[in-house]
């Protein structure tokens, strides 16, 4: 997996998104469509059509990096959202590209010493 901060804010982009674009193409969608700054550090998600490709676009202190994963077989469940973008977890993205769906969810009260 890549490092990512646990504290990372990620966003995944729920509508189809053309993969031949680079990083001008993605940070013009994260400027346009999502309307967020492509230099702020977050991370963006994005999944082709047919739901077998993603790429993921951050800016960090050097420049943008760009990552990509392409599925053999099988495809990406991508969660809906109305507004064109969902807020992930550093695990839902996990979950996401280990290509796990989690039906039915339930956390337990943990203690949490002072």
């Known amino acids: 997996m890549i490092g990512l ?3 990372a804010r990620i966003w ?5 998104t053309d993969m031949r674009k680079s990083f001008r193409g993605l940070s013009a969608l994260v400027r346009n469509q999502l309307k967020h700054n492509p230099l702020s550090g977050q991370y963006f998600v994005f ?4 739901k077998t490709q993603m ?3 951050y800016f960090t202190a ?3 990096c760009l990552w990509a994963k392409r599925l053999e077989q099988g495809q990406f469940r991508v969660p809906l959202s ?6 992930l977890t550093l695990t839902d993205l ?5 290509g796990i769906e989690v039906q039915k969810y339930r956390q337990f009260k943990r ?3 002072v």
């Open 111 to 113: 203690f949490q010493g």
């Open 12 to 16: 995944l982009c729920t509508e189809p």
């Open 94 to 98: 996990q979950l996401l590209i280990d």
């Open 5 to 7: 901060d646990s504290q």
């Open 62 to 64: 050097t420049g943008y």
């Open 82 to 87: 109305a507004s064109g973008q969902k807020p």
């Open 55 to 57: 790429k993921m676009l």
């Open 47 to 50: 999944i082709n059509r047919r």
